[in-house]
């Protein structure tokens, strides 16, 4: 027990303990999540209830096979968190992933393998998928691996516009479709720079808010097939990969361990110019789909927490995309709301359209919830207080009446209300007008929000 109590050496950096597979390592930050860069190497921290070991492994960056894998030691294990510190790396020299160890019962929904390469729910930035349409390697064997990225985007004096809802004017639109041809007369088509290049457009249309369709890392090659000649993706990117990591395919330039700082500079550049940006998320279903699907994250890491289950271990399908998040379930809505928050933080966002929103007030069972705790976290969370919340309430009619409100107690019992969106209309509150790119009239409306749509229909 040598070493052991109070440390009077105060500001000495804490030593090394062991070493594994030949990295000095000690216990790492149980409170942080995911990978966290220290000045002298870097923390690794994964939450899992069901697993009973956990190993992390590092890959040269490309590399399919590991050069290190640190099995955590009991002793790097307090609760369901596993939380190592490995000194010496430096975070362009490698990519991560976790393998865990469980039981494995289908019917259960304990989907635990020891030799399953597993990607960090928390991850910053995903690798292999940099240029669209393209992987480094074969779909056989591929596997996501994460990278760690340095936040250090100086936003300045940045402020949020705050514009009140009934004076918005949305503009919705694809990241790649929206500068992809070459009539956009842009120089970096189809990327976040494409769009920062059509801020003047979007400026003298008379629109104050963005809308971007999903832009968190997503896989467009999965369902990727050739009909009648044409080469088809899976486009609009709402089968979720990553939730923390913005998709590196729409950068114009290759932004390893920086990953997120061009469509920084887009947000900054729009609030610059009085608009605010609102994201488009998932939280509905992920891309790793029903029974038949992927195992690349959440499965492996607790199945029967992250995602909606029936009795017998199969996944209730209420999204229609194969699986169902568990949104109300404590684990899932501290993910969800440390999300929202991330974005928020770090890209200065302001606002969320919520797809499939129904989702959101479902049960571990599916049954729709009178006040349901996902709700209440995000309207009482002291970060997201002043962002804009919009639901898609597709397939919402058929299972409530109304949309639950939600009041922040800690606000003066301020109500919050989610704006409701069913087709393309939010009552009393947003029209939405579709309309081709470059082909749109801006009308202004009292107490009214118009969505203008642009969405490219060309698959590419």
Known sequence: ?????????????????????????????????????????????IH????????????????????ARLKYPEAYHIGNTFAMLVFGLKIDEFEYAF?????????????????????????????????????PESDEGFVYHARVVENNFDWGKMTFPEIPAEDLI?????VRGFTRDASSGVTA?????????????????????????????FDEMESARVVDGVQLYNYWGYNTVSFFAPNTSYSSVVEHNHEGDELKLLISELKANGMEVILDVVFNHTAEGNENGPCFSFKGIDNNIYYMLTPDGHYYNFSGCGNAMNCNHPIMRKFIIDCLRYWVMEYRVDGFRFD?????????????????????GIACDPILGHVKLIAEAHLFKRRFRTFPSIVSRNSGNRKRKFHICQNGLVRNQIIALKHKAYSMVTVRIPISIFVFFCRNTINN
């Open 170 to 174: 949305i503009y919705e639109t694809h």
């Open 99 to 135: 393998q865990l160890d469980g039981p494995y019962d289908e019917s259960r929904g304990l989907l635990f393998d020891k030799n399953n390469v597993l990607l960090d729910p928390f991850a910053k930035a995903v690798t292999g998928q940099r240029n669209w349409g393209e992987r």
């Open 1 to 45: 027990m040598a070493g052991l109590g109070h440390r009077q050496d105060r500001g000495v950096m804490l030593p090394p303990l062991d070493e594994i597979d030949g990295f000095m390592v000690r216990p790492g930050f149980y409170n942080s999540e995911g990978a966290v860069p220290t000045a002298r190497g870097v923390s690794f921290t």
């Open 189 to 217: 088509g189809g990327t976040f720079e494409g769009l920062r290049q059509k801020i003047p457009y979007l400026k003298d249309l008379g629109v104050n808010a963005i809308e971007l369709l999903p832009i968190f890392e």
């Open 356 to 376: 499939l929103a129904s989702i959101l007030t479902r049960d571990q069972n599916g049954a729709p919830m009178p006040d349901p705790p996902i709700l209440q």
């Open 48 to 67: 899992s209830v069901g697993a009973t070991g956990c190993t992390l492994l590092l890959f040269r960056p490309q590399e399919k096979e590991p050069y």
